[in-house]
Nanobody
Framework: QVQVVESGGGLVQAGGSLRLSCAAS????????MAWFHQAPGKERELVAA????????VYGESVKGRFTISRDNAKNTVYLQMNSLKPEDTGVYYC???????????????????WGQGTQVTVSS
């Protein structure tokens, strides 16, 4: 049974840090493109970061470049999102997703992801 479970969200002050975790079961994260998406209240889900399954190449959304880092621990079958210098606009639900398509094929396309977690809430206070 495939499961994707996010954790690590919470309330943090602006300028603070959080590390989100995405634990997968039923498939190997090393065989999937893994991604984090952010959905702010009333807005569409947007790509935050994605990591390839072949070379560990990464892609980041413009608003998080230089602040967030995606990584993968294949031994733990877990993907992480280290979030630094958090801003109030980073508030929202963060979802982890997995797909078989390679990283180079429009990583922001939500419909291309086969597996999704339930999300974890991040709230950044000003």
């Amino acid at each position: 049974q495939v499961q994707v479970v996010e954790s690590g969200g919470g309330l943090v002050q602006a300028g603070g840090s959080l590390r989100l975790s995405c634990a997968a079961s039923g498939f190997d994260v090393s065989t999937k493109t893994m991604a984090w998406f952010h959905q702010a209240p009333g807005k569409e889900r947007e790509l935050v970061a994605a990591i390839s399954w072949t070379t560990s190449d990464t892609v980041y959304g413009e608003s998080v470049k230089g602040r967030f880092t995606i990584s993968r621990d294949n031994a733990k079958n877990t993907v992480y999102l280290q979030m630094n210098s958090l801003k109030p606009e980073d508030t929202g639900v963060y979802y982890c997703a997995a797909r078989s398509l390679g990283l180079q094929i429009k990583p922001s396309g939500t419909r291309s992801y086969e597996h999704w977690g339930q999300g974890t809430q991040v709230t950044v206070s000003s």
